[in-house]
T-cell receptor, first 117, second 115 residues
Framework: GAVVSQHPSWVICKSGTSVKIECRSL??????MFWYRQFPKQSLMLMAT?????????EQGVEKDKFLINHASLTLSTLTVTSAHPEDSSFYIC?????????????FGPGTRLTVL | AQTVTQSQPEMSVQEAETVTLSCTYD???????LFWYKQPPSRQMILVIR??????QNATENRFSVNFQKAAKSFSLKISDSQLGDAAMYFC????????????FGTGTRLQVTL
């Protein structure tokens, strides 16, 4: 149980284009979804937190107009990188959690590698 | 703000031996959760073990166990009978209670397992 998928797993795009990454909870309803960014050999940096049906909460320093997050349902959240540039190249990871059981644990997707040329 | 510190950037252990990864954290809350996540070369984050702060008993999952010292704000991970498949980055993480609470990660410890 508690499986989270991401699509695509790897995407290459041209500078100036937009890219959408999907995050799905496959066997549970995700009350909250999180988006992280990870640079090589570094830890995960939280970008934003999203709750179904409401606006995402962005971390300080993350441009909300550049990284659009939509949490349209309890099983799907999307991250759109708008007007991507080479500096946006990174590994993006989503996670999902729900209120249930004894602890609220985040379950992670497999990540999406974005390369902007 | 919560902080999580992993002071060992790299560790090495021989197969079948035991290794302990260190983690300290800082929080003003009395109730919270602590986690160890494993990130193998595939980069999939895998939950290894979790601990609720209100529980005094240390969590155990097969070969993985923790030493949770609440007063010292220490949360170390012990891996017994190390296997080649244990080689990965290990991240310690803290989270306040509540579904929307954020995970705060440490900088990670890269574990090598040698024959």
């Amino acid at each position: 149980g508690a499986v989270v998928s991401q699509h695509p797993s790897w995407v290459i795009c041209k500078s100036g284009t937009s890219v959408k990454i999907e995050c799905r909870s496959l066997d549970f309803q995700a009350t909250t979804m999180f988006w992280y960014r990870q640079f090589p050999k570094q830890s995960l940096m939280l970008m934003a937190t999203s709750n179904e049906g409401s606006k995402a909460t962005y971390e300080q320093g993350v441009e909300k107009d550049k990284f659009l997050i939509n949490h349209a349902s309890l099983t799907l959240s999307t991250l759109t990188v708008t007007s991507a540039h080479p500096e946006d190249s990174s590994f993006y990871i989503c996670s999902a959690s729900w209120t249930g059981g004894v602890t609220d644990t985040q379950y992670f997707g497999p990540g999406t590698r974005l390369t902007v040329l | 703000a919560q902080t999580v510190t992993q002071s060992q950037p790299e560790m090495s252990v021989q197969e079948a031996e035991t290794v302990t990864l260190s983690c300290t954290y800082d929080t003003s809350e009395s109730d919270y959760y602590l986690f160890w996540y494993k990130q193998p070369p595939s980069r999939q984050m895998i939950l290894v073990i979790r601990q609720e702060a209100y529980k005094q008993q240390n969590a155990t999952e097969n070969r993985f166990s923790v030493n949770f010292q609440k007063a010292a704000k220490s949360f170390s991970l012990k891996i017994s009978d190390s296997q080649l498949g244990d080689a990965a980055m290990y991240f310690c993480a803290h989270r306040d209670t509540g579904t929307a609470s954020k995970l705060t990660f440490g900088t990670g410890t890269r574990l090598q397992v040698t024959l």
